[in-house]
């Protein structure tokens, strides 16, 4: 596609319930990232693959949460057993190239999650 | 100690007038790139412009323009002739070089009104 696209846009979860987001990053892009964006906050980040290869976790905040990328194109980040604390937009980005500083992200529309 | 700082909660700004949008940023790592992002109420993160730490000349992208200030840390976003489209939250972004190199951190955002 011609952009980032993520789904569901939204989704309304119990708490205790397991969620999935995916990610379909820009055709032929080698990394992708996912953030956590709090109500009037910056994103954060949380975890970074290049191509299927998941090279940075440490912004997780909790085994909870777990993300693939099994074949190096879309990824699906799962929260199981959600939280009240995990309801935020969950943002994928991706850029081109597995390094460069000057790599642009490209961001998706995000997914909102609200969890009762 | 926070690595991306924006203290400007909420700006105003007359259409067609300029406007600039505070950021200051902390890094031991000589090389970096500082990224601003542009996020209207749809939620999409627009790329605006990027400075990297080596640059000699500040970034300009149409409207945009940085003033990059390395000694004082600071790389601040400036609209010139703002529009009404402009209205949105702004967040200003750093990757390090050699240290973290797989995230993006963010500040905590502007949200610029554009008054007719």
């Known amino acids: 596609g011609a952009g980032v696209s993520q789904s569901p846009r939204y989704k309304v979860a119990k708490r205790g319930q397991d969620v999935a987001l995916r990610c379909d990053p820009i055709?032929?892009?080698?990394?992708l990232f996912w953030y956590q964006q709090a109500l009037g906050q910056g994103p954060e980040f949380l975890t970074y693959?290049?191509?299927?290869?998941?090279?940075?976790k440490s912004g997780l905040p909790s085994d909870r949460f777990f993300a693939e990328r099994p074949e190096g194109s879309v990824s699906t980040l799962k929260i199981q057993r959600t939280q009240q604390e995990d309801s935020a937009v969950y943002l994928c980005?991706?850029?081109?190239?597995?390094?460069?500083?000057?790599?642009?992200?490209?961001f998706g529309p995000g997914t909102r999650l609200l969890v009762l | 100690a926070q690595k991306i700082t924006q203290t400007q909660p909420g700006m105003f700004v007359q259409e067609k007038e300029a406007v600039t949008l505070d950021c200051t940023y902390d890094?031991?790592?000589?090389?970096?790139?500082l990224f601003w992002y542009k996020q209207p109420s749809s939620g999409e993160m627009i790329f605006l412009i990027y400075?990297?730490?080596?640059?000699?000349q500040n970034a300009t992208e149409g409207r945009y323009s940085l003033n990059f200030q390395k000694a004082r840390k600071s790389a601040n976003l400036v609209i010139s002739a703002s529009q009404l489209g402009d209205s949105a939250m702004y967040f200003c972004?750093?990757?390090?070089?050699?240290?973290?190199?797989?995230?993006?951190?963010f500040g905590s955002g502007t949200k610029l009104n554009v008054k007719p």
């Open positions: 980005a991706s850029s081109r190239l597995g390094s460069g500083l000057v790599e642009t992200q490209y």
């Open positions: 055709s032929g892009h080698v990394s």
């Open positions: 693959f290049q191509n299927e290869a998941q090279l940075d």
């Open positions: 890094t031991s790592d000589p090389s970096y790139g």
């Open positions: 400075q990297g730490s080596y640059d000699q």
């Open positions: 972004a750093m990757r390090e070089g050699f240290s973290n190199f797989n995230k993006f951190y």
